[in-house]
């Protein structure tokens, strides 16, 4: 499995800016697939993940309402939509496949990663 993050970029706060994820391998319907986040000085965290085989959503409590993660089975690409950014979300902001259709928020158990995409939100 490979990961393709792209889509980021510099944008003002308030902005809205859609990231897309790539994923080449077999049987991507059942991967549970997720973004993550890496700001300035910070630790990686978790964004927001979207269950295998089921397309239930969780969020980050930082983005919920504002942010909105999808996936195409079909062009086997998740994508992350942001609304109202804020000049804290500015990051690099990975893309992850977890083998387990359970999905969850913490990285380890997440077994592929994109090589991640800068968005910087100035004000």
């Known amino acids: 499995v490979q990961l393709q993050a792209s889509g980021g970029g510099l944008v003002q706060a308030g902005d809205s800016l859609r990231l897309s994820c790539a994923f080449s391998g077999r049987l991507f319907s059942t991967y549970s697939m997720g973004w993550f986040r890496q700001g300035p000085g910070k630790e990686r965290e978790f964004v927001a993940g979207?269950?295998?085989?089921?397309?239930?959503?969780y969020y980050a409590n930082s983005v919920k309402g504002r942010f909105t993660i999808s996936r195409d089975n079909a062009g086997k690409s998740v994508y992350l939509q942001m609304n109202s950014l804020e000049l804290e979300d500015t990051a690099v902001y990975y893309c992850?496949?977890?083998?387990?259709?359970?999905?969850?928020?913490?990285?380890?158990?997440?077994?592929?990663w994109g090589q991640g995409t800068q968005v910087t939100v100035s004000s």
């Open positions: 979207l269950r295998g085989r089921n397309p239930t959503t």
């Open positions: 992850a496949a977890d083998s387990n259709p359970y999905g969850g928020s913490a990285s380890n158990r997440y077994d592929f």
